[in-house]
């Protein structure tokens, strides 16, 4: 492999490093993103791009598991919240095993009792099969998400949230997220337009600390729509999505 590199990325760097997943510093998801990080950066998360030779090629971002923003109770652990490598090219030369040293790494360094993650094999979340490869096992599965951890298992294990009955506190249409994710901006505005044309008011949460993710109404926390308390989608989805969503839903 060749010789690589670990760049942290900081609301200072970040325009010249990018997030990765977006590159362009004038996009309003980028901007929002990197507000984000720089009060998630006192409580200790750390987003790390891989570099190999002039190419980045993934990035991982991880916090204390007090202040994860996934509906999961995971304390004295770090907690990953996404890990990326990309493009298809980049797949199986093992740069996700070395995002994950550099966490696992980290939790040693500040006498942690491992690492946690949720997992899925559906849309927005890192594939179960990486972790598995890295030594991480299942802690437990609910819905489509596996909270998996790497630890001795002599510790308090992490768990879930009970997300479901947050359902009921959501009445009328809702779109609940967080920045964390800097793509999730894209089509909000759209989404109100689309619901208008349905007569309904389209009510948008934006969460502001990851204490507010244990309101959250699906395992993957920093995305919700919601319909009468029914999760009508648990990622980000685009208005075309929206739009057969709802077309479904009321007819």
């Known amino acids: 492999m060749s010789t690589f590199q670990i760049q942290e990325v900081t609301p200072e760097n970040a325009a010249n490093e990018s997030l990765f997943c977006i590159k362009d510093p004038n ?3 980028f901007k929002l993103k990197v507000e984000w990080l720089k009060e998630r950066i006192k409580e200790g998360l750390k987003l790390k791009l891989l570099k190999i030779a002039d190419e980045t090629v993934g990035f991982i971002e991880y916090v ?7 509906p999961v109770s995971a304390e004295n652990y770090l907690f990953i919240h996404c890990m990326w490598v990309f493009p298809h090219k ?3 030369k093992g740069y996700g095993s070395i995002l994950l ?9 500040q006498g942690l009792d491992g690492v946690a993650t949720v997992s899925s094999e559906g849309s927005w979340l890192s594939n179960p099969a990486i972790f598995e490869k890295n030594g991480f096992l299942t802690v437990v599965k609910k819905d489509r998400f596996v909270l998996m951890a790497k630890t001795d298992f002599k510790v308090k294990m992490p768990a879930f949230l009970n997300w479901e009955e947050n359902l009921k506190n959501y009445q009328g ?22 619901a208008k044309l349905h007569r309904l008011e ?3 949460t934006v969460m502001e600390s990851s204490e507010d993710i244990r309101k959250a109404a699906s395992g993957y926390g920093v995305y919700s729509l919601v ?5 009508l989608a648990d990622h980000y989805i685009s208005n075309t999505r929206f739009k057969n969503i709802l077309n479904k839903e009321l007819n």
Do not use: H
């Open 173 to 194: 249409l809702n779109l609940v997220y967080a920045n964390q994710c800097p793509l999730f901006i894209k089509s909000v505005e759209e989404m109100r337009e689309t």
């Open 227 to 231: 319909y009468n308390g029914k999760l």
């Open 90 to 92: 980049n797949l199986g």
């Open 202 to 204: 389209l009510k948008v």
């Open 64 to 70: 204390p598991g007090k202040f994860a923003w996934r």
């Open 101 to 109: 040293s550099e966490c696992e790494k980290d939790a040693k360094a």
């Open 27 to 29: 996009y309003p998801g």
